[in-house]
């Protein structure tokens, strides 16, 4: 099921950034057990620089543990990740240098809750790209007005609402400059009117050509900004193509049961 | 009531007062001394209680006792005599410590208040280094200072040094030390290293399990059997070396259920930035690990001040030690619930000025999550 990003189609929303040949992100034979439980069973993924990717599956499939293997939160146990041409091996200091290249967003946020929000931005780039902190609060200030909320800067993050929070945790990932994006499912404990304002940061960001692979139920974010939509069950890739075949055609039977499932209810 | 509401158009309602009754003294005394008949009950006969208890102890303590004087001669056994901890004053803060070099622990005292007060100034900047200076710079300031023999400053013999000094001393060196190395076992048993875990998990369960007399004992009686002949410990230095150990594993126990209550996101959002897991454990893990257990470090703290006290049975005269000592010197016979009343006023005093700097850290550092 390899397909070609370049030359594809536009989605839905019609804006299409250029996609690189530059590979970011690439994944051959990957398998991961926990325990006894095998979670990912080989996954063979080249992600381009610039492209967008939604990931999508019933809960339990292992959308979550595929990129959260990417930046080695989880160890995959067979086959191999490359990420911006370090490989992910036991090496820590490999491991160190891809995750200051790739931020990640989580569904609880994990923002610091002892830390102010400006404080949440600086930490990385003073401590781990040995920023200076002017420059650092400079950065963080312009990342905090990108994502709308750059009079909270003083504010510590137990005093922000659960939008607000997960668009500081935006600014925090953007403040190491990354070059690449992981989402893992970041508007699942939200409230519904602050799901809108955190997915307009989304589509802002990948209006300005991050790469970005997200897990999300939000379906409609996958239709306006992915390149890419990819399918997953029991471990495997079931089915990735543009968003306008996954949703208008899907191929296999179990993607057309979740697509149901999620679309009309 | 249903007149006045009607004073006001529908969504213009201006916040009224709350009514007397449940705010001030009265409403304070309603809702809490006088709110059910039981509590009205339980409220008197804890009035009749302290009216029925305080009188005489005040009497005791202050109005029938004998505050001057020079020996036992001036007490008139109506009530306490203090004169007895007016003599004995100098040993029960400082032992047998030569007069002529008393100063030394004056001086180290007033350097470790003024720094102390220094922490409490409001928005004062370089607080850190304060703090840094009372945990590292102090405590070698304070060694010269004590132990003498170099600057010019007359050796003292650590047996000569005693009562709340001592006191001071050994739980001082237990506290200052006993974080650090705690926090460093705490982390080796949740390391993912089998070697470093099994090292930490052996100490820490070795050391809790044994009493503190036993550590002590074994410090003072079994430990110089195994060095070889000639070679002598100072027995301060074996008995702090003992504390210090004891107190490190129950710190270490505490941290850990700091680092095991933080949630596990916090670890992960710290890694996904690329923090190494020094920086991750030093600005992310740690703060917040340790502000959540001040309640539990501050009760290992206080635990361990008091448990000083069982120095005694290796023959360090220690606050307790000297009023007991005191106690049972032949002209001051018969003075011991003096000795003691003083003995817990002063242990108290330090308990509960930790107790309270620890609530007013929690209070500093609390944001509002």
């Known amino acids: 099921m390899s397909m070609n990003p370049h030359g594809q189609e536009s989605s839905a929303s019609g804006s299409q950034m250029a996609i690189s040949d530059e590979v ?137 609402s659960g939008g607000q929070q997960q668009r500081v945790a935006i600014a925090r990932s953007l403040c190491m400059n990354p070059r690449v994006m992981l989402f893992d499912e970041p508007t699942s404990a939200l409230d519904p009117e602050m799901i809108a304002e955190v997915l307009d940061v989304m589509v802002g960001l990948a209006e300005s050509g991050m790469t970005m692979l997200c897990v999300t139920h939000e379906m409609g ?18 089915e990735q193509n543009d968003p306008e075949q996954f949703f208008n055609n899907p191929k296999s039977d179990r993607t057309k049961l979740f697509l149901s499932q999620i679309l009309h209810h | 009531m249903s007149e006045q509401s009607q004073d006001y158009t529908t969504g213009q309602h201006p916040d009224l007062p709350a009514p007397i009754t449940s705010t001030g003294v009265i409403g304070w005394a309603r809702i809490n001394l ?72 004056n001086l180290a005292y007033i350097i470790a208040v003024a720094a102390g007060i220094l922490l409490f100034v409001p928005g004062l900047r370089g607080k850190p280094w304060i703090g840094l200076f009372l945990l590292a710079g102090f405590p070698i300031i304070a060694f010269y200072l004590f132990v003498g023999g170099s600057f010019g400053l007359p050796d003292v013999e650590t047996p000569l040094w005693g009562g709340l000094f001592l006191t001071l001393v050994i739980s001082g060196v237990g506290i200052v030390a006993s974080l650090p190395i705690g926090i460093v076992l705490a982390l080796g048993r949740r390391s993912k290293m089998p070697v470093v875990r099994s090292l930490c998990i052996t100490f820490i369960e070795l050391w809790r399990g044994v009493p503190l007399i036993t550590v002590l004992f074994m410090a003072s009686v079994m430990f110089p059997l195994f060095l070889p002949e000639g070679m002598n410990f100072d027995k301060l230095i074996r008995a702090l070396l003992g504390v210090m150990f004891f107190s490190s594993a129950y710190m270490a126990e505490v941290v850990r259920g700091g680092l095991q209550a933080l949630p596990k996101g916090q670890y992960e959002a710290a890694q996904a930035l690329g923090l190494s897991y020094w920086k991750m454990m030093g600005l992310v893990i740690l703060p917040q690990a340790l502000k959540l257990v001040i309640p539990g470090i501050v009760n290992t703290f206080i635990g361990l001040f008091k448990d000083t006290v069982l120095v005694l049975i290796i023959g360090l005269f220690d606050f307790l030690g000297m009023v007991q000592l005191a106690g049972t010197n032949p002209d001051w016979l018969g003075f011991a619930i003096e000795g003691y009343v003083f003995a817990a006023f002063g242990f108290w005093i330090f308990c509960f000025g930790m107790s309270r700097y620890s609530q007013h850290l929690e209070k500093k550092l609390h944001t509002g999550h």
């Open chain 1, 221 to 238: 974010f996958a239709r306006k900004v992915a390149n890419r939509v990819i399918f997953m069950d029991g471990g495997e890739i079931i």
């Open chain 1, 24 to 160: 970011a992100i690439q994944l051959n034979n990957v398998h991961k057990w926990y325990g006894q439980f095998h979670v990912l069973k080989d996954i063979n993924l080249t992600v381009h620089r610039g492209e967008r990717i939604v990931i999508c599956g019933p809960s339990g499939s292992g959308k979550s543990t595929l990129i959260r293997c990417i930046n080695r939160l989880e160890e995959h146990q067979k086959g191999q990740i490359i990420v911006d041409n370090i490989e992910l091996t036991g090496d820590l200091k490999h491991i160190e240098l891809v995750r200051r290249e790739v931020g990640m967003l989580f569904q609880h946020f994990n923002l610091f809750p002892h830390l102010t929000v400006m404080e949440n931005c600086t930490l990385a780039p003073i401590w781990v790209r040995k920023m200076p902190k002017a420059d650092a609060e400079e950065t963080a200030m312009k990342y905090l007005e990108r994502v709308k909320i750059p009079e909270q800067a003083q504010k510590f993050p137990g005093q922000l």
């Open chain 2, 34 to 105: 006088f709110a059910t008949i039981p509590n009205t009950i339980l409220t008197v006969l804890a009035v009749l209680l302290l009216l029925w208890l305080i009188p005489p102890v005040i009497d005791w303590a202050f109005i029938s006792a004998d505050w001057s004087g020079q020996t036992r001669d001036d007490c008139t056994r109506e009530g306490a005599c203090w004169v007895f901890i007016k003599v004995w004053f100098r040993q029960l803060m400082y032992g047998r410590y030569p007069v002529d070099e008393i100063w030394r622990i």
